[in-house]
């Protein structure tokens, strides 16, 4: 019964450094989706998926890359974390379709020095 | 764009008492409505979907109303417990977004509830 598993829950990087946040689900979702949590913003989009092969860009996108190769993996990369990148992330999914539940991962709590 | 907001920002009760949580959003259009519950430094937990075609939604001590025409939602706690303390979280997945079936978060309400 995992539901969306992210990994790791807590990571300190460097400014520079590069590191992939994974999410994986395992309820066979189609729609997965990357948050990030900051105080006093609330939960910003940044990257989207509405399959295996398709991906976009959210609200704020700039220094994330995303991919997605299979149903159940999500991975979130930064290239050249920033210290502007340092928050708490969220992975989502659902099942496809407008009316269904978005069931989230434990998050990533990721601090950039 | 969709905006989400939720009033009050924190709030803080006697155990034993009933409360009600406030959301609001900007554009109708909508496909559901969700409440989440958030412990410190933990994740998303689901409270209650409102489908937009329903008007209420009931599990245990919570009831979460949908007024789509006028852009509202409340979330009702009854019997407040101090295990109830949480950030709760209203999210509204919108009709006409540009991020495919993206939820639209409000920046939620701290709650507290004192022995």
């Known amino acids: 019964n995992a539901g969306v598993t992210q990994t790791p829950k807590f990571q300190v990087l460097k400014t520079g450094q590069s590191m992939t946040l994974q999410c994986a689900q395992d309820?066979?979702?189609?729609?997965m989706s990357w948050y990030r949590q900051d105080p006093g913003m609330g939960l910003r989009l940044i990257h989207y998926?509405?399959?295996?092969?398709?991906?976009d860009q959210g609200e704020v996108p700039n220094g994330y890359n995303v991919s997605r190769s299979t149903t159940e993996d999500f991975p979130l990369r930064l290239l050249s974390a920033a210290p502007s990148q340092t928050s708490v992330y969220f992975c989502a999914s659902s099942s496809g379709g407008g009316n269904t539940e978005a069931f989230f991962g434990q998050g990533t709590r990721l601090t950039v020095v | 764009k969709q905006e989400v907001t939720q009033i009050p920002a924190a709030l803080s009760v006697p155990e034993g008492e009933n409360l009600v949580l406030n959301c609001s959003f900007t554009d109708s259009a909508i496909y559901n409505l969700q409440w989440f519950r958030q412990d410190p430094g933990k994740g998303l937990t689901s409270l209650l979907l409102?489908?937009?075609?329903?008007r209420e939604q009931t599990s245990g001590r919570l009831n979460a109303s949908l007024d789509k025409s006028s852009g509202r939602s409340t979330l009702y706690i009854a019997a407040s417990q101090p295990g109830d303390s949480a950030t709760y979280l209203c999210a509204v997945r919108s009709l006409n977004s540009n991020s495919g079936y993206a939820l639209n978060f409000g920046k939620g309400t701290s709650l507290l509830v004192t022995p």
């Open positions: 409102i489908q937009s075609s329903q």
């Open positions: 309820m066979n979702h189609e729609y």
């Open positions: 998926s509405v399959g295996a092969g398709i991906t």
